[in-house]
């Protein structure tokens, strides 16, 4: 009598590794890591852009990321029961039981340390502490407030502009005017950025109990007029380094295109108020940031 051998197929160990560091990115947040890197970077370049060193501005990339690892890490910690209720976020590797939570903790433990003593020690306690901040602030406060009030959105819109203070003071060793003028200007467009995709994720968000768009009555056309004193304001703001002398005049123009592209499709979500037109001003919101900051490194070179 003939026996049939019955092979399972394991994944290889790559494959198993690859799937890891998927998760691991996921849990990371590694697209909104590398924004937060960019940021600090271009605020670095601002402040110094005539003695630019390469180490050191990799070793600002590595702390700015390691700390905003952490930051995403403990969040989906705090959220992973809340992340099952919501479609966008089900399938995470906490939520889906992909990844222990032990897992977890050790990798937010270990890059957020890493990552706070790369910014005080390679550079300076000022920007170690600022790093340590953000951490806490959008960790500790701005994640479980997402429950109580879309006063959330201007909490989180503190860590969420900290990266420009941290490369600033990176740069230059203080705060400084310049660190705050960059600051406010990622602050303003923080406002309008997010309220565009709590619009487009507003269902799912009530599904978790959030509530992040300013109106109670969600997507109206009060909840998009809101948008427009905040746009106003990143514009004013934005002309700020030209007025300091921090930029020149071609920067100062292209800051005011895109601001003024910004407000434009602001401005036709309140007309029209649609998805559509949310989904334009996130984009709008995209493109903003990087056309700016890179107009300000370029005028400086």
């Known amino acids: 009598m003939k026996t049939e051998r019955i092979y399972i197929d394991r994944p290889s160990f790559g494959k198993i590794l690859s799937l890891k560091m998927k998760d691991v990115m996921e849990l990371t947040k590694f697209r909104l890591s590398f924004l937060v890197v ?26 700015g990321f390691l700390v905003t690892a952490s930051s995403n890490t403990i969040n989906q910690l705090i959220e992973k029961d809340t992340d099952k209720l919501m479609d966008r976020t089900k399938n995470r590797p ?29 550079f300076n306690p000022i920007s170690g502490l600022l790093g340590a901040l953000a951490l806490i602030s959008y960790a500790f406060i701005y994640t479980p407030f997402k429950k109580i009030s879309p006063v959330a959105v201007f909490i989180g819109a503190i860590p969420g502009s900290m990266p420009l203070l941290i490369g600033w003071t990176a740069a230059t060793g203080t705060i400084g005017l310049g660190g705050v003028i960059l600051f406010t200007i990622q602050f303003f467009w923080q406002i309008p950025h997010f309220w565009s995709i709590a619009w487009l994720l507003n269902d799912d968000y009530k599904k978790a109990g959030y509530y992040l768009l300013p109106s109670a009555d969600g997507k109206n056309r009060t909840t998009a007029l809101q948008n427009i004193p905040y746009l106003l304001c990143l514009i004013a703001v934005s002309v700020l380094p030209y007025v300091f002398g921090f930029t020149g005049r071609v920067s100062l123009v292209i800051t005011l295109i895109a601001g003024l592209f910004f407000l434009i499709n ?29 107009a300000f490194v370029l005028d400086k070179v």
């Not at 906490?94 to 390679?122: D, Q, W």
């Open 38 to 63: 960019f940021s600090a970077v271009m605020a670095y370049l601002v402040a110094n852009p005539l003695s630019v060193e390469w180490l050191k501005i990799a070793l600002l990339s590595l702390g």
């Open 94 to 122: 906490l939520p889906s039981g992909r990844m222990k939570p032990i897992e977890a903790y050790l990798i937010a433990g270990c890059t957020g340390v890493l990552g706070i003593f790369i910014l005080g020690v390679v």
């Open 266 to 294: 602001g401005i036709q979500l309140a007309t029209d108020i649609s998805d559509k037109s949310a989904r334009k001003l996130m984009f709008a919101s995209f493109m903003y940031i990087p056309v700016v900051f890179i």
